[in-house]
């Protein structure tokens, strides 16, 4: 089966920019999460979808992070306007509500804030 | 609020030789999950092995196994008979049991070269 998929593996914008980040989770699992790992320090959690419903946004760290997954498929994350601490890995990782805690990563995107 | 600390933020290992990597974590809860995830350099990350905190016998995995520790809050990983395509990040989570949200909290994080 695919696994989680991720684009643009890198993307480099300049402070102010927009970006928008895509996740394609596994077909059929309804659980989806976005990560953040800032340079050295540990990863961390973002937001929960719930097929197209949001079940935890705790992690979002200020209303310039926007996260929709329309349909309960694919999901993406904009950051707008782009800060330069907002430079990181974003993973995102998919899983099946009755398979027990077992969640798929994809290989992140690697935001570079200039 | 639950915290997951790797002290070691390198280690090196000769091929074949075993390595040991740490991992302590805080909670108040009694029922939860422990995992390492390993990520290849510009690869995705995937779960190496997970231990269920009510089961007193230590997870293992071919030649991955860890030393669970519940009392004193530790979770260590030992890779025996390392290889190079163990080189990785690794990384230690923790999920409460029974969560709704499957919300993994994650450790910084311990990269790891094997050396031929």
């Known amino acids: 089966e695919a696994g989680v998929t991720q684009f643009p593996s890198h993307s480099v914008i300049e402070k102010g920019q927009t970006v928008t980040l895509r996740c394609d989770p596994i077909?059929?699992?309804?659980?989806l999460y976005w990560y953040r790992r800032v340079m050295g320090k540990e990863i961390k959690f973002l937001l929960h979808?719930?097929?197209?419903?949001?079940?935890?946004e705790s992690g979002m760290p200020n209303n310039r992070f926007l996260a929709e997954r329309t349909g309960g498929t694919y999901s993406t994350l904009k950051v707008q306007p782009a800060e330069l601490e907002d430079s990181g890995v974003y993973f995102c990782?998919?899983?099946?509500?009755?398979?027990?805690?077992?969640?798929?990563f994809g290989q992140g995107t690697r935001l570079t804030v200039v | 609020a639950q915290t997951v600390t790797q002290s070691q933020p390198e280690m090196s290992v000769q091929e074949a030789e075993t390595v040991t990597l740490s991992c302590t974590y805080d909670t108040s809860e009694n029922n939860y999950y422990l995992f390492w995830y390993k990520q290849p350099p510009s690869r995705q990350m995937i779960l190496v092995i997970r231990?269920?905190?009510?089961?007193?016998q230590n997870a293992t995995e071919n030649r991955f196994s860890v030393n669970f520790q519940k009392a004193a809050k530790s979770f260590s990983l030992k890779i025996s008979d390392s290889q190079l395509g163990d080189t990785a990040m690794y990384f230690c989570?923790?999920?409460?049991?029974?969560?709704?949200?499957?919300?993994?909290?994650f450790g910084q994080g311990t990269t790891l070269q094997v050396k031929p």
């Open positions: 231990q269920e905190a009510y089961k007193q």
């Open positions: 989570a923790f999920m409460k049991h029974g969560s709704n949200t499957g919300k993994l909290i």
């Open positions: 077909s059929g699992h309804d659980n």
């Open positions: 990782a998919s899983s099946q509500v009755d398979r027990g805690p077992k969640a798929f």
């Open positions: 979808f719930v097929k197209e419903s949001k079940q935890d």
